[in-house]
């Protein structure tokens, strides 16, 4: 086994993998397993400092970001979406399958969106139904500010879709002081729980809009007004993934036991930064930083490829490449969720200092 210091999948530990292995009952017919549902609903919600409902969906990552868009698109809405990275382009597209029409605000990839800077575009244009925004877009290791980004969107009536799939629990979210109206997670990230899951919040100004929409929303499984009156009825829209609940709650349990996981995410990204740039590499942005990936450049004379295998092979470490602009440019290294902890991370600075040479 490799140790995994991706940016996601990440470690899970061991007592998340034993929960999955429990057994399970019905989930459609077994009113228990409606209230377990709720309670790890309630308890993501509380981590993530908000008082709106949580939704846990059977898709990674993605499907929350594509139900929130799908949820609250109708054709011809105005979406504004904010774009320094691949993430933060590539929500366009699902703003356009569901018949909205997206204006991208595109800024430098290598610095984060400056809020100044965007205060001074909204004065001019704002006529928007929702913006999209990342939190930490992986690829390049970018991280933007949404502690100021949302509640400027907000404040000209502006919803926000934000994705902080590799951020959260990594980073600091307080969602309802943010004014976040559709905050998206995944398992596989800061969380450390499999791959299989996604969560989303849902402020009361995203439901008025789902519920005041005029058309239809255009799909099943990415629509989160199925779930509306899940409670209530004792009633899925489909058969929830029992096991994978089972590994997630525990994940959320670890994490509100580790009251210093902030703190330590900061401490070994911080020391991930400092040692790269010692050893003479370029860290990728160039400000906006992220505590759950460090991205440097791959420097002259190698191959991003022969520094993943050589990490692999000799080392039995999995790093990450990236792609699409930055394919064979940058080097990632995962330090999020169970994966933040100083011993695997002094371990891949190691490694790298021997095959680098330095
Ligand atoms: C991982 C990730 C997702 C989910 O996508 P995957 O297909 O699971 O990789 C969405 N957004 C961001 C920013 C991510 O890092």
């Not at 970018?142 to 934000?162: A, E, F, Q, R, W």
């Not at 100004?205 to 004792?234: C, G, W």
């Not at 440019?329 to 995962?334: A, E, N, S, V, Y």
Request: charged share 25%.
């Amino acid at each position: 086994m490799y140790k995994m210091m991706t940016p996601g999948p990440t470690q899970v530990r061991e007592n998340v993998r034993m929960a999955r292995s429990l057994e399970f009952q019905n989930p459609d017919l077994d009113a228990d397993f409606c209230e377990y549902y709720k309670e790890t609903c309630l308890l993501a919600s509380e981590l993530l400092h908000t008082k709106n409902e949580t939704l846990i969906l059977d898709g990674e990552g993605i499907l929350g970001l594509e139900a929130a868009c799908a949820s609250i698109t109708e054709p011809g809405d105005r979406v504004l979406v904010l774009d320094n990275g691949l993430y933060g382009e590539s929500f366009k597209d699902f703003v356009t399958m569901y018949g909205g029409i997206p204006t991208l605000y595109t800024v430098d990839y290598d610095k984060p969106v400056d809020p100044e800077k965007l205060a001074e575009y909204l004065k001019e244009q704002h006529d928007f139904k929702y913006a999209t925004v990342v939190h930490c877009d992986t690829p390049s290791g970018m991280l933007n500010d949404i502690s100021k980004i949302c509640p400027l969107l907000k404040s000209y009536g502006i919803l926000t879709v934000v994705d902080s799939v590799s951020a959260m629990f990594g980073e600091e979210v307080r969602a309802d002081d943010y004014r976040i109206d559709l905050l998206c997670g995944g398992s596989q990230k800061a969380i450390s729980a499999p791959p299989g899951l996604t969560i989303v919040t849902i402020s009361q100004d995203a439901k008025d809009v789902m519920n005041q929409r005029k058309t239809p929303i255009a799909s099943f499984y990415a629509n989160l007004k199925v779930f509306e009156h899940y409670y209530e009825e004792k009633w899925f829209p489909y058969t929830m993934p029992a096991s994978d609940i089972y590994g997630l709650r525990q994940a959320l349990e670890n994490i509100k036991n580790d009251p210093e996981h902030l703190k330590r995410h900061a401490k070994v990204a911080e020391k991930t930064r400092t040692t790269l740039k010692e050893m003479g590499l370029t860290l990728y942005p160039h400000s906006g930083y992220s505590n759950t990936v460090t991205t440097f450049e791959v420097p002259e004379g190698f191959t991003d490829k022969e520094i993943l295998s050589k990490m692999r092979n000799d080392y039995n470490i999995l790093l990450a490449g990236s792609f699409g602009c930055f394919g064979g440019k940058l080097i990632r290294i995962g330090h999020m969720g169970e994966s933040a902890n100083e011993k695997d991370v002094d371990e891949v600075l190691q490694a790298l200092k021997e095959i680098l040479g330095k």
